[in-house]
């Protein structure tokens, strides 16, 4: 080969080189898929869409219930304890959508609505899995008004404080489900039977429940096994 | 006698000296004294202990999440001169129940009910003495303004101040490194050039050592070596090579796939540094098949309030106003011919979050973690031993004959059917 040549060849191959390793994965680009038509679902798939629906308003597979539908779960006005397995134990009234959304309604709630899930060492467990999860970031773990968001969040309430801690269960559920003065409505986040656990929780919290069930639950909830009580009686799968 | 006499005078001493010390110590006092009531500026005296205790606790307890001690608005107005606007005698109804206040046609009531956009003030059910030790506290603390404020913002500025002093001392340590190194190389260079003229000027050097002098070296000729050109033909197909498995193995997979979302929402500041746990926007994720996008009205929870002006949140208000849904960008596609279950995952075997996407509280933009191959879920469901709920009969009798057949070996996902094709295939 004469230096030409190598100069030609040295030229080409430092250039490929380059050209094949500048490339850097776009982050936009979700790739190359083989056989997209056995990715992408037929039927339709709530959170997963590739094509407009010509049916549905907007063009989405979801909609809307049709107005003034009242879940099916909740609407079950039973709420049933089971035990391991699957056998009703009791059945407990949950009904509470005869209570309007305002104040009045609120003082309604206060008198009228009882905590249909029973007091015990699960309950509070599976109560306080669900105050970490969607109370703690703004009320703090230990209710004092001190979670993270309340540095940004102005007015978070401390539910230790003497102005809440004699709160019935029907007013914390009614506020959990409608929201009161700054705290926005949560009821789309918590079914009803998880508010009331949260209920539960929350007088612990503010001293209202018995120490000793209260002190049971707070050394079992030290251990890493309280992340794993999660509630079962949610959505049927 | 001489030794009583010396005790004596021992005594004398004692006296004097305890009576100087007594003087000495009530003048100390005196100067505290005077010193407190200085520091009081000509206003309130700092109330009693008790008092005072007691009003802070109320006022830390009750007070602090709508009301700022200094002239700062929260929620409500900031408390520095309140007892110029109001007296007692008004405050102490309107602590027990400001909305009785504002029904009986208080004007100045109504007026800053209105002020503060109709936000209503809880009710404290306070005891008379625990309203005045509230009071006295919020009096006199509201004129000591320089502690409070100082104590959060000036811990804040220090911090931030501290880290960008050694950041920007790093930056001129570099700079000047670098300015000292191209100095180097100046001089280097002059002294090559310098001798070379002088070794040019001598007359007596013979041939060969001119040549030395003289010699252009000449680097490119490196590149014309076999050894070389062999290094380099190799090293570009070993490349084409990689990049060709790569792109083939890499059909299907969209490891690394960080779309830009139609909002800049970032985890990092919300699941990292405020804490907020995954499950309370991803309501699905403990309860059914999908994890759940959150709609407007649980970003609203928080943003009817935090950063409403900031274009990024005015997106959310349009997408309300104008009832069009926010377009997010979906990660992690799984293919239609494989079935996944969230709760399954989170709620029945107890897996993080963290453990599929990643530390999702780390990142700003949201990547795909995980490779998401069938090869992959395969893997975890062989390692992963089954954590079954306790008490749960039917999973303790299937452990009594696992242990039976298998052992004390734990019992892994595969062992209950985890890998049957149908489980995931239908």
Redesign the interface.
Known sequence: MNSQAYKIFTLTAVLGLWFLTSCQKDPNDPGTEFAPQMYVSKPYEPYTQVEPNSLNPKGLNLRNPAENTIARRAFSPEFQITDSLGNTVKKVDIMYYDIPRDDAGRELASKVLRNPIPINEKSLAEGKVLYERFCASCHGAGGAGDGKVSQKYAGVANLTGAAYNKLSGGHIFHVITNGKGLMWPHGSQLNADERWKVVHYVHQIMGQIPAELGSKVKTEGAGSDSTKVSPKTTEAE | MFANRITIYQKLLFVLLFGLFTSYGVHAQDSLATATTDNADGGLAKPSDEVYNTGKT?WE??CT??HNINAEK??GPGMKGIFERRDRAWLKPWIVNSQAVIASGDAYANKLYNEYNQ??M?????KDEELDALLDFIAYESEQEAVVVTDTDGGNTVAGDSGGISSNYFNLLLGVLVFVLILILAVLFLMVTILNRFLNQKEDLNEADKEIVNQKFNPFSI??SRA??GG??L??VL??AK?GLDGLI?????Q?????QPIAFSHKLHAG?????C??CH?GV???K?A??P?A??C???H????VGSPEIQKIYKAIEND??IEWI?IH?L???AYF?H??H??VA?LECTQCHGEVEKME?V?QRAPLTMGWCINCHRQSAV?H?E????YDRLLEYHEGTKGKAPMTVEQIGGLECSKCHY
């Open positions: 109320l307890q009750n999440s709508c929260k929620v936000t209503v809880t009710s404290f059910a306070f590149f014309q070389f050109l380099v033909a090293i570009f490349v084409v990049t890499g059909v299907g997979i969209q690394g796939y960080a779309p830009t540094m405020y804490e907020i746990d499950g309370y309501t403990y309860k059914g999908s759940t996008i709609s009205n649980i609203m929870n928080c009817n309030q935090v950063k069009k849904p979906r596609n293919p239609d011919l279950n709760s399954q989170t709620n107890g933009v990547a954590d709920a008490g749960n009969e039917y």
